[in-house]
T-cell receptor
Framework: TQLLEQSPQFLSIQEGENLTVYCNSS?????LQWYRQEPGEGPVLLVT?????EVKKLKRLTFQFGDARKDSSLHITAAQPGDTGLYLC?????????FGAGTQVVVTP | NAGVTQTPKFQVLKTGQSMTLQCAQD?????MYWYRQDPGMGLRLIYY???????DKGEVPNGYNVSRLNKREFSLRLESAAPSQTSVYFC????????????FGAGTRLSVL
């Protein structure tokens, strides 16, 4: 059972375009994390959001945690080829991490 | 600083064979985890160890056993491999259980024929 649903599953865009990926759940989490995974590597943490409604920015990446702490979004402005990767969200609850299936993002020059 | 080291990186087994996946971290973390990653399924927790001397089942523990050998090492054993266990396996560590980020190894790609 996938408690965290990510959409879309795959996204292909041109360099310079914007994109948004979503992470939705019916469960409430104490915090939510976003990771990026590149081929042949393990996931690497990008950000943790803790408070409902929280917005965090990391250069061209903007992360938002839903007011009810059940959903989150990641927005990338002016995407670059280096943003290519698998983006995973993970909800943290009762000491355990629950991962979504990921959104594969491909940014072409 | 090596972080989380997994061995081997690749492995091919025949059905019924056994093997142990090794994981070691050099960050003095208390918690360690084993996940499997399958297409369209994301990362699923197999077992975790909140601290040295303790282990608990995750979402998909059947067919696996684990050993927290010491604070640094957490191994995953397949006693009788099955084709359904073909996957990419990731080990991760965290300073405390669920409260901090997880640091992942590079993965072990396992094929069971």
């Amino acid at each position: 059972t996938q408690l965290l649903e990510q959409s879309p599953q795959f996204l292909s865009i041109q360099e310079g375009e914007n994109l948004t990926v979503y992470c939705n759940s019916s469960s409430v989490f104490s915090s939510l994390q976003w990771y990026r995974q590149e081929p042949g590597e393990g996931p690497v943490l990008l950000v943790t959001v803790v408070t409902g409604g929280e917005v965090k920015k990391l250069k061209r990446l903007t992360f938002q945690f839903g007011d009810a702490r059940k959903d989150s979004s990641l927005h990338i402005t002016a995407a670059q080829p280096g943003d290519t990767g698998l983006y995973l969200c993970a909800g943290v609850s009762w000491g355990k991490f629950q991962f979504g299936a990921g959104t594969q993002v491909v940014v072409t020059p | 600083n090596a972080g989380v080291t997994q061995t081997p990186k690749f492995q091919v087994l025949k059905t019924g064979q056994s093997m142990t996946l090794q994981c070691a971290q050099d960050m003095n973390h208390n918690s360690m985890y084993w996940y499997r990653q399958d297409p369209g399924m994301g990362l699923r927790l197999i077992y975790y160890s909140a601290s040295e001397g303790t282990t608990d089942k995750g979402e998909v523990p059947n067919g696996y056993n684990v050993s927290r050998l010491n604070k640094r090492e957490f191994s995953l054993r397949l006693e009788s491999a099955a084709p359904s266990q073909t996957s990419v396996y990731f080990c991760a560590s965290s300073p405390t259980s669920g409260k901090n980020i997880q640091y992942f190894g590079a993965g072990t790609r396992l094929s069971v024929l």
